[in-house]
């Protein structure tokens, strides 16, 4: 192994130690909610806070990494949110009341809204366009590995010990990555002359703040009409479009909405939405069919998902290597057709359909998960000059928790309505929900399948270069024979 690449690898074990620590934690705490309401007196939805909120604060801090990166150097902020994450865990595991232990998580979200996004920012600033693919199959195994042993580790942690030790389970990873983050993290290229958009800030916090929340807290058609859920989402949507308006024109915006001109990033941005509102819509649907059609208990539907989770990790790793090698578009059309069979299969079951039937469908959706997702979002990030990449990453989850949102409530609520339909036709609820499933299962089958042809249309490798006179352009450009992939041109 030359220097170089001896190097990398250590950049690659510092990031994924931090980020692997932000999905564990998040996953194994799913567990802690029915103990947190005992211990504390406190209803569902006042305890649902400490999952609420944490999603709100990372998606209302993702769009300040581009410009805290550019300003302050990649590895001083990814170490800044790793230091946090730390502090509000062992603020967490110190809470007395239920208000500390959700503001605690509140704090963790503002970490993980800055490293996630500079993760792999830091990564492609590490290894070349051609081995960038495999190593973020490394990191998206990483990723997806932790949700699913992470309510496994949680479990075995509250059997033996209290909820304060999913917050203490951290510290290790945390305090590792810290030791190698200032080690091995180089300190990156800062832009001190940048100058920090307070209204753009302001409008995209806000905006991405308000839709979180109205979205994230509402579980019926009932909830979403309610006043205060009506005023925040209006109120959120119309900042997001004041932003896209105000980014447009001025000269240091806080998200260069430029990149989007670029094409390949532009359609892995719609892709990757697109998959994502099909992860979250299972996570919605798969519990309805299990527990209110075919009458499962909770552990058996948690189980159910863990085959789609390690599936996802072990074919995101050799898809990264394929993504290196092959032309993108066949990799991650693949991955969606295999995706939309899933889902058409989910859509015909019935009452009488055996559980290892669902368990092999779920696995065949984390099969079209790993082939699709990351290597798409690697694609796309490719397409861009690296001192764009910790900008775009974070409009890349930004958009994701977006959409998928908004595709969750859709869905909740189609599910609500058409259920009510079928019942005052006379239907028994057990085939109204039945019938409710089938359509959204059919529903985001036909969304994936939508967006198959824009995978078409990713090239075998694009560059971004620079004109004369700084304008940005997209060419089509063949690196070498059998690599792929994409750089920057200088």
């Known amino acids: 192994m030359s220097p170089r690449d001896a190097a990398g690898v250590k950049v690659l074990v510092t990031v994924l130690l931090g980020t692997f620590t932000v999905s564990l934690n998040n996953s194994a705490l799913n567990l802690a909610i029915p103990e947190l309401m005992y211990v504390f007196d406190a209803s569902a939805v006042q305890v649902s806070w400490v999952m609420t909120l944490f999603l709100i604060c990372m998606g209302m801090t993702m769009p300040l990494t581009g410009f805290l990166a550019d300003r302050f ?3 001083r902020i ?5 230091w946090l994450f730390l502090a509000s865990s062992l603020a967490g595991a110190a809470s007395t009341n239920l208000l500390l232990v959700i503001l605690a998580r509140g704090m963790q979200g503002i970490a993980g809204g800055l490293m996630i996004p500079l993760s792999l920012s830091l990564i492609f600033a590490t290894f070349p366009s051609h081995q960038r693919g495999r190593v973020t199959g490394v990191w998206g195994f990483a990723v997806m590995i932790a949700p699913a042993i992470g309510p496994s580790a949680g479990g075995l942690l509250l059997e033996i010990s209290h909820w304060q030790a999913l917050f203490l389970m ?9 030791v190698c983050g200032y080690r091995y993290l180089s300190g990156g290229i800062r832009d001190s002359a940048r100058r920090f958009d307070f209204p753009g800030f302001v409008l995209v916090t806000l905006g991405v703040g308000s839709v979180l929340f109205a979205l994230g807290t509402i579980s019926s058609l009932a909830e979403l009409l309610t006043l205060s859920r009506l005023v925040a989402l209006c109120l959120g949507m119309l900042m997001l479009v004041a932003f896209v308006h105000l980014e447009r024109r001025v000269v240091h915006p806080l998200l260069d909405l430029r990149v989007f001109t670029v094409r390949p990033y532009a359609l892995s941005v719609i892709i990757a939405c697109a998959q994502a509102i099909g992860t979250f819509g299972c996570l919605l649907l798969i519990p309805l ?5 075919q009458g499962y208990d909770a552990l058996t539907t948690g189980l159910v998902f863990l085959p789609a989770a390690l599936a996802a990790a072990c074919c995101v790793a050799w898809a990264g290597r394929l993504v290196d090698r092959h032309s993108p578009r066949w990799i991650v059309t693949l991955g969606l057709l295999v995706t939309v069979a899933s889902l058409m299969g989910l859509a015909m079951l019935d009452m009488t359909t055996p559980l290892w039937v669902i368990v092999a469908l779920m696995a065949l959706r984390g099969v079209g998960l790993g082939f699709s997702y990351l290597p798409v979002t690697t694609v796309g990030l490719n397409a861009l000059a690296d001192s764009r990449v910790s900008q775009a990453s974070a409009m890349n989850n930004i958009s994701r928790r977006i ?11 189609y599910y609500e309505v058409r259920t009510s339909q079928q019942l005052l036709q006379g239907v028994s609820s057990t085939h109204a929900s039945m019938t409710a499933l089938s359509e959204t299962f059919l529903a985001l089958a036909l969304l994936i399948l939508a967006v198959t042809p824009m995978a078409l249309s990713l ?17 089509s450009d063949r690196v070498s024979q059998g690599m792929t992939g994409f750089r920057q041109e200088k």
């Open 170 to 178: 951290n510290l290790p990873s945390a305090i590792l990555g810290l």
């Open 459 to 475: 090239h075998a490798s694009f560059r971004e270069v620079k004109s004369p006179r700084g304008q940005r352009r997209d060419v």
């Open 78 to 82: 990814y170490l800044l949110g790793l």
């Open 403 to 413: 959409t998928s949102s908004l595709g969750v409530v859709a869905l909740s609520l």
């Open 73 to 75: 150097g990649t590895k």
């Open 289 to 293: 069919w299990m527990q209110h059609v």
